[in-house]
Structure formats: structure tokens, C-alpha cells
């Protein structure tokens, strides 16, 4: 709204939709809280100017451009739920408006005026989800064209710590653009985020906005954009004529990863840039990984002020945002850049000569006959009235018949990319419906073929097929261990053929499953072409265990390792027939079917010493340093045994040379004392 434009709040548009409080205003629009009162549900409603409502390329461009951004359905995009065009009582002029999602809370310019410079998680939390609203709409075949720290808003969720993050206002931009101008002679969209290719030709595709993402996350880790200027025109072509500076330039503990990957994002040539919002954030999700970064819970910024006007009306508070048609060069704006969504002459036009003076009338004479000319001027005025007559009659007539118009072709998209294809098929005034194939000649998300066939006669808003291409497939990524059906499978759905080659031993894939895939993973191969499973025998077989009973542990260990095992320490265990450190059994057992893997078990077992005969306290003490208790009877524990007297062991049980567990109990007898 401007300035001088009544205020709506409490109008009710269309006997639906009332306009509560004014959130923020523009120029060329103005955002009000509203209620939906069929629905008892609360909207944002965003209406355009009223200049705007006058002029029929904008309407209709409006009606579109809503269509096409109420079919996108994502978490991430801030939803449409209807348009509407009203004349409010009290209103000179009708007012186009949309009817949106209500988002509680603030933008992500809010955030950055609030915190500057943003912390690496949180940036990257910030930019996942606008990626991944991007990337929808790509799929859809939509371009927003207009990514800016505006047009991402932060909203409270019930569900979340933090705030959830949406992208809104996708295609309003070309809508309003569509009013008065033409794509091959301004520029659209906010000067410090431009594409080189929208300044310098106007093209906008899907790379355009991932060059406007790129330019976004490196004002949310720096703080600043990259380029500034005293004039837009000095902004708009140092994107065309200047690299963007690694963002480390100004934050040194930028990670490289970053810093490459905006550069990738924000190259000249939009061929080398991301396809689209997907591979980009495949792409910031693998640096987040590489980096081990959590995504953190994104701050609600303090909602708006509904007084707050906006950049664009702050950089030109008396000149219509689109139309003002000013020639670039002589435009200015504050040194840090614009924020505002604009659109200008990509030309410096030439200057209209000056006007010429008004050429006066000769004087009359006094006494000349003024009646043949009036005669004259009556016959030039009638002409004139017939001539305008004649071009008003064929003007109506030129508009009803194009009222009546209720048919389109269907273009020519064989060969353009996806969004190029639903820009054109939207300005013939048809509906896109997408399906993917893999194509062996035709590349990556161009269209291969459309049903109907180019030239065919639709009604307008038909819907027509477009068929896009995948591109090759590609050998997918199989895991050794993966199962036989699900590597099958995996295959399949790439419209590749499975072949399977001659099994091989594996000591890593159990029997049955996948031990190697020919070609290698990531190889594109054309469509039915064939991929060789090598599938696993399991490991290979070994010969017998050999006995190594009764053998020293480090022993049994050499000679299975000579044997092709891999011998282990299956820990200690009681035998009566070996000697204690010796080994005792294998797991596998000796003599079977050898596996890579050998468990050795060792006793330890206690061998009973033999102290018949010997006085008892010696006895007793040998007993004990082999690990045994002493059940004693005899002697008088006096010393006796040791010389001073007649006391010594006559039995013993166990006897002597037992195998026995450690902390037996050996009951000794004799006499003496």
C-alpha cells in the first residue's frame, strides 16, 4: 500500500476474507493478519497496489503465477491458499490479493539485523530448509527468482525447539514485473542478489536461484554481501563482471569446505553452478556431514511491526517499485546495496527530444469571412469522431473476440530444461504434469518428449505431459554383504539389466550375497545395459584343525597360523588329563572342517605336588604355593618336622601327580608330636 492509500483493515474481500492488522507494507504491496470466515481460520492476505489492479497483463499474470504456487505442498514453502481480485466498497479501484499461510514470527532479515553474522550451524540450519523449499519448486518447475532475506520467514512450531523456516512470494515477482514492462528490457528481482544472467540477458532458470542461495548463505556466514555500490547499475554488473570473493575474506575461520562450496554456487557461468535447489543441498548437506555439524534450532525473530515499511519503500518512498522505469545508471540507493524487490530498464534509453513550442495562429483580418473555416474545422472534426469511432468499434470488437479465445498450442519444449519448459507451457496457458525417464542421448532434466505432441490445440488450462530426462542411469552404490533381491532390485530401478558373474570365496559376504558389482558404482551405463553380481561361496575351506593338545599355548598358535588359521584366545578352562598353561581343546575341534578362526583354550588345571614323608609344616607349605588348601592332621605345630622332633606326612589325597582346580583342599596325615 502506499502511504496515501485509505487503510483496509476491517474490509471483508470477496464476503470471505476480513483484513485484521496491517503486518508490513511496500510498494507494491502490503501484508495484513486476516481471517478466513468460512473457515474460522487465520491467513495472511497480501495485497497488491492498487495501480496495479488496472492493468490486464499483471491480472492475469497474477491468477497464473498463484495457480502455479498454490500446487506446491511443502513444509518449507509458505503455503497459497487462494487468490481473489474485490472492489471494497468505499474503494476506487478493485484490489488483487492472495490469501496465505499465516506465519508467526519474523524474517531471516529480522535475524540478521538482529545477530549480523550468523554461527556456521546455524546458517546452515537457516539455508537446509530454504534449499529444500527451492528444491521443490524446481521439481514442480517453478523459479522463484527472487531469494532474498525477505522472502524467508521464521515461524514459531509447537513441534520444534527452535522456529521452522518457509520461502513465500515464488513467482509474485514476474507477476508484478508483468505490469507495464517486458523481460528483454528490465531487470527483476533485488539488485544484490541477482544472477549475472538476469542482469545481462533476463534468462532465469533454477541455477539463477541457486546463485541467489549462494549469494544469501554468504551474507548469513559474513554478515554483508558481497558486492556494494553507491548505484544499481555499479551492483547489478558486478555480478556480471566480478567473481564473488571467498567469503573467508572476511571470516578467516570460515571451513574451506564453505567457502567452495558458495563459490560453486555463485559461479559466472550457471552451467557450472548446481543444477538446481536439490543438488544443492545435497551438496550443503555433505559439507555439514564433512564438517560433523548438528542442525541447530533457528531463533524466532521478533514478529513485525505492522508500521515497519519496508526496504523497498524506504530505498524509494515516491516511486512505484516497478513501473518507475528510471534508466539504471541513474538510480541510487544506499551504499550497503538494496534489499527491495525491483525491476529497471536493462538499458539506458536514449532522451526524447525536447518538445516542440506550441505553433500560434495567424491573426484574422478584421473584415475576412470566417465562415468557410469553420466549415472546414466541422468537416476535420467529423472525420475525427469517425475515426475514433471506427477505432473504439474496433477495439470492442478485437476484445470480445479475444474474450472468446478459449484454446492454446502446446509449444515446442523438447530440449529445454525442466522450468524453462513450465515457463512456457504457463504462458500458453497450460498446466504442466512432470514424469521422469532415464534417456540415453538426451541430458539431465531436459525435456525429452510432451503428450500432446508440439502444435496440438488445447483448451487453456489443459494439462500436458512433459516427459524429463534423467539422463543415463548409473551403476547404484551395492554394498558387499547386500542380499541378492535387494541388489537385484536396486538394479532394476536404475533400467539396468543384472548379470550375475561366477561366485567367489569371501570372508567378509555370508554365502549368498553380494561380494562385487561390475561396472563400479556411479558408472553411467545406457538404459537395459548390464551389471555383473559377483555373489559370495562364503569363506573359503580350510583343512582339518590339527591337534594341539597338551601344547604350550604359544605353541598351538604357530602351528595353527602355519596352517592358514587365524588362532584365538578362547581363555582357561579345568582338565584333569593336562597340565596347567597347556592347551586343552580347539573350537572348531581338531580334525573337523577348518574355519578361518581357531579358539584355543588352555587348563588350568593344578598338578598335586608330592610331600608324603616330608615334616608337616614344609608340606603344608608347598601345598599352598601350588594353590591348594591343607586339610592337616598330625604333627604338634610347634616346629616339630623341622628337626626338632619325630612328625611327618605318611598320606596324602589327591596323590601325588593329580590334576586338581586351583584352591583344592589336600588332606595330609601322619604322626608325631
Do not use: C, W
Not at 515499511?309 to 524509494?316: A, G, H, M, N, Y
Amino acid at each position: 500500500m502506499t502511504r496515501t492509500q485509505p487503510s483496509l483493515v476491517g474490509t471483508l474481500l470477496e464476503r470471505r476474507y476480513r483484513v485484521d492488522q496491517l503486518l508490513a507494507r511496500g510498494g507494491m504491496s502490503a501484508v495484513y493478519r486476516g481471517l478466513d470466515t468460512r473457515l474460522d481460520r487465520a491467513v495472511a492476505i497480501k495485497i497488491m497496489d492498487p495501480r496495479f489492479a488496472d492493468d490486464r497483463s499483471f491480472v492475469d499474470r497474477f491468477v497464473r503465477e498463484a495457480r502455479s504456487a498454490a500446487q506446491l505442498h511443502h513444509p518449507n514453502v509458505v503455503a497459497v491458499h487462494d487468490q481473489g481480485f474485490d472492489t471494497p466498497a468505499g474503494q476506487d479501484s478493485g484490489l488483487a490479493f492472495l490469501v496465505m499461510e499465516l506465519v508467526n514470527g519474523g524474517t531471516l532479515r529480522d535475524l540478521l539485523d538482529e545477530q549480523g553474522q550468523l554461527d556456521v550451524s546455524l546458517a546452515l540450519s537457516v539455508a537446509e530448509p530454504v534449499l529444500a523449499a527451492l528444491a521443490a519448486a524446481h521439481t514442480a518447475g517453478l523459479v522463484h527468482r527472487d531469494v532474498k532475506p525477505e522472502n524467508v520467514l521464521i515461524g514459531r512450531s509447537g513441534q520444534l525447539a527452535g522456529g521452522v523456516v518457509k520461502v513465500g512470494d515464488f513467482g509474485l515477482v514476474r507477476a508484478v514485473a508483468s505490469a507495464g514492462t517486458t523481460s528483454s528490457s528490465v531487470i527483476l528481482g533485488t539488485v544484490g542478489y541477482l544472477a549475472p544472467e538476469q542482469v545481462a540477458t533476463g534468462d532465469t532458470t533454477a541455477r539463477s536461484d541457486v546463485y541467489s542461495a549462494g549469494i544469501l548463505l554468504y551474507e548469513m556466514l559474513t554478515g554483508r554481501l558481497p558486492y556494494t555500490g553507491d548505484t544499481a547499475i555499479s551492483v547489478a554488473y558486478r555480478h556480471v563482471n566480478d567473481d564473488v570473493p571467498r567469503p573467508s575474506e572476511l571470516r578467516p575461520d570460515l571451513p574451506p569446505v564453505l567457502d567452495d562450496l558458495i563459490l560453486r554456487a555463485t559461479r559466472r557461468d550457471p552451467e557450472q553452478r548446481p543444477a538446481d535447489g536439490g543438488e544443492f543441498l545435497a551438496q550443503l548437506q555433505a559439507a555439514r556431514a564433512e564438517l560433523g555439524l548438528q542442525p541447530v534450532a533457528v531463533p524466532v525473530p521478533p514478529p513485525p511491526d505492522g508500521d515497519r515499511v519496508s526496504d523497498v519503500e524506504r530505498t524509494l518512498p515516491n516511486i512505484p517499485a516497478v513501473q518507475q522505469n528510471v534508466p539504471l545508471g541513474q538510480q541510487t540507493m544506499p551504499v550497503s546495496g538494496p534489499r527491495g524487490t525491483r525491476a529497471m530498464t536493462r538499458a539506458v534509453p536514449a532522451s526524447p527530444p525536447p518538445p516542440a513550442p506550441p505553433r500560434a495562429a495567424p491573426a484574422a483580418a478584421p473584415d475576412e469571412p470566417r465562415k468557410p473555416r469553420d466549415k472546414r474545422k466541422l468537416i476535420a472534426l467529423a472525420v475525427a469522431g469517425v475515426l475514433v469511432l471506427g477505432g473504439l468499434i474496433g477495439a470492442f470488437a478485437f476484445i470480445l473476440s479475444d474474450s472468446k479465445v478459449t484454446t492454446t498450442t502446446v509449444p515446442k519444449l523438447a530440449g529445454l530444461t525442466q522450468a524453462e519448459a513450465g515457463d512456457q507451457l504457463r504462458a500458453a496457458k497450460l498446466n504442466p504434469r512432470y514424469s521422469q525417464e532415464f534417456d540415453n542421448t538426451v541430458e539431465a532434466n531436459k525435456v525429452i518428449k510432451v503428450d500432446p505432441a508440439p502444435g496440438t490445440t488445447l483448451d487453456q488450462d489443459a494439462t500436458v505431459s512433459v516427459v524429463v530426462s534423467k539422463g543415463k542411469p548409473k551403476v547404484p552404490n551395492i554394498q558387499v554383504g547386500t542380499a541378492l533381491d535387494t541388489a537385484t532390485k536396486a538394479i532394476q530401478e536404475q533400467k539396468l539389466t543384472v548379470v550375475q558373474g561366477t561366485p567367489e570365496y569371501s570372508d567378509t559376504a555370508p554365502q549368498g550375497t553380494v561380494v562385487s558389482v561390475s561396472p563400479a558404482a556411479g558408472t553411467p551405463v545406457d538404459v537395459g545395459g548390464q551389471v555383473t553380481l559377483v555373489l559370495s561361496k562364503g569363506p573359503e575351506p580350510l583343512p582339518p584343525v590339527p591337534d594341539v593338545t597338551g601344547r604350550s599355548k604359544d605353541e598351538a598358535f604357530q602351528i595353527l597360523k602355519q596352517a592358514g588359521f587365524q588362532p584365538q584366545d578362547g581363555g582357561e578352562e579345568f582338565s584333569q588329563t593336562v597340565p596347567a598353561g597347556a592347551v586343552t581343546r580347539t573350537d572348531p575341534g581338531s580334525g573337523s572342517p577348518g574355519t578361518k578362526k581357531v579358539k584355543v583354550y588352555v587348563s588350568n588345571a593344578v598338578q598335586v605336588p608330592d610331600v608324603r614323608y616330608r615334616p608337616f609344616d614344609q608340606a603344608a607349605d608347598l601345598l599352598k604355593q601350588a594353590g591348594l588348601d591343607v586339610d592337616r592332621k598330625g604333627g604338634d605345630g610347634n616346629g616339630h618336622g623341622h628337626g626338632g622332633g619325630f612328625s611327618f606326612v605318611l598320606e596324602q589325597d589327591p596323590a601325588p601327580g593329580s590334576f586338581v582346580p586351583k584352591g583344592t583342599k589336600v588332606k595330609i596325615r601322619g604322626f608325631g608330636g
